[in-house]
């Protein structure tokens, strides 16, 4: 979708993931209420921007193959980009929504957009997994913006979208996918049949594009334009990041139904079992391919409250982690004043 919004006119969009909230919220949190931090605090949000998050690939120049696709930021100003971050931290009200903010400003300023920044109309970012750190993200997303933000959610076939995540991550369980596509579910379901907030089903965007993007243009409140209709990154044409792959110059359906190669695979006949709820939520036709017997589907059930209670209790340490990585970086702060 990312793709899709990155050279329309009335948006800023950040084409790399900025990893905010897994690395900066918390720490952001603190500094607001230790204005004594707030130079060594920049030097913390510098580094960990520059260096740490996915906008280290600014610097990267060209790369046609990389596990996020291709991308060219050779015609990005990396100097304007940190000048204008620094300059810009220095002068905001420093709340963690500025912070965040801040990113967008510098990108823009970086890039060769003809339009002025206070007059677009969005800014655009996405971090897959942000929402595992977001359990109450309401209550996060409204103090970084004040209610002055939209959310689209793309929902994807559920057996499809297993196959992807099976390829990129060899050691994943059924499980444990079926656990993590239910929670992001659950996660989002605090937003739904709010006027902010929109599911797109990613099979409406590659069989359905115009009337989906002119949906979406909808709920944005953007001028339909045929760039929304080609992928890109920075303004360059965006292969994809198929796991399998698949290199493609516009949307395409190639990844679709890319589990009925797999006949018979028992994994996605346990995705199909335990998310069929979901899949009757959002119309995905159940496949007689892909049937358990009575015993298997016990025996699924078994193995994934199992594996409820263990991710449940990672993501309780996972707490206690970002405490201490936070903590870390207040010590950083303290030590660059």
């Known amino acids: 979708m990312v793709a899709l919004l990155d050279h329309h006119p009335q948006l800023v969009v950040i084409p790399e993931e900025t990893d905010f909230v897994d690395i900066l919220y918390s720490f952001c949190v603190y500094l607001e209420s ?54 810009t931290l220095n002068e905001i009200e420093f709340t963690v929504g500025n912070v965040f903010k801040s990113l967008s400003k510098a990108y823009h300023e970086a890039t060769v957009a003809d339009v002025v920044y206070d007059d677009v109309k969005y800014w655009v970012e996405k971090t897959p997994y942000h929402e595992i750190h977001l359990k109450n993200r309401k209550v996060i997303l409204d103090r970084m913006f004040s209610n002055d933000y939209k959310i689209i959610h793309i929902i994807r076939d559920p057996r499809d979208n297993y196959m992807a995540y099976k390829k ?15 929670r992001v579910l659950r996660i989002a379901s605090q937003f739904k049949g709010q006027d902010r907030f929109k599911y797109v089903k990613y099979e409406d965007v590659v069989l359905s594009s115009e ?35 698949t290199k493609n110059t516009s949307i395409s359906s190639k990844s679709l139904g890319r589990y009925k190669k797999v006949k018979g695979d028992k994994s996605i006949s346990i995705v199909q079992h335990l998310l069929g709820r979901e899949l009757d939520e959002f119309g995905y036709e159940k496949d007689m391919d892909f049937q358990v017997s009575s015993l298997q589907g016990l025996s699924a059930k078994i193995a994934y ?33």
């Not at 990389?66 to 100003?77: A, M, Q, R, T």
């Not at 243009?217 to 792959?245: C, E, R």
Request: aromatic content about 10%; hydrophobic content about 35%.
């Open 305 to 337: 409250a199992i594996t409820h209670v263990i991710r449940e209790v990672k993501y309780e340490l996972m707490k206690w982690k970002i405490i201490q990585f936070r903590n870390r970086l207040i010590k950083q702060a303290k030590s660059s004043q």
């Open 211 to 245: 009337s989906t993007i002119k949906e979406i243009s909808s709920f944005l409140g953007i001028k339909n334009t045929q760039s929304l209709l080609q992928p890109s990154k920075f303004g360059n044409l965006w292969q994809g990041n198929s796991m399998f792959g």
């Open 168 to 182: 990129k991550h060899p050691n994943l369980t059924v499980y444990e996918f079926c656990y993590e596509w239910r």
């Open 34 to 87: 230790q204005p004594a931090l707030r130079k060594g605090g920049i030097e913390v949000i510098m580094d960990m921007v520059l260096n740490k998050s996915h906008i280290r690939n600014f610097k990267r120049g060209k790369v046609d193959d990389d596990i996020g696709g291709n991308f060219d930021y050779s015609k990005l100003n990396n100097t304007i980009f940190e000048t204008t971050l620094r300059k």
